[in-house]
């Protein structure tokens, strides 16, 4: 019986809507999930590249300081109590050091 019900099914066979759909897929994958990425990417690194002495910045672990030295991978970090520490480049945020030294939009009342 049930070999009778598998050979009356019709095969799953590949035709050109299933290769649309597919497709499809792809270009919904590349634009909503690959494409910020790498924009996002290529922001951050811009950003670094661009940083130079007495930047305020944030770190990703919440560091807030002003750059005291740069190296090619490296910044000296001056922080509020005078203390120095070194970060690597890469531990710079984006976003966070752009919220803190863009200027605060007064609200209207």
Known sequence: MIATILLQTPGAG????????LGAMALVFYFFMIRPQTKKAKDQKKFVSELKKGDKIITTAGMHGKIAEINDTTVLLETE????IR????????EASKALNTPPV???S
């Open 14 to 21: 590949f035709d050109s809507r299933t290769l649309y759909m």
């Open 81 to 84: 109590g005078g203390h120095k």
């Open 87 to 94: 970060h690597d480049r890469s531990a710079i945020s984006l």
């Open 106 to 108: 007064e609200k209207k």
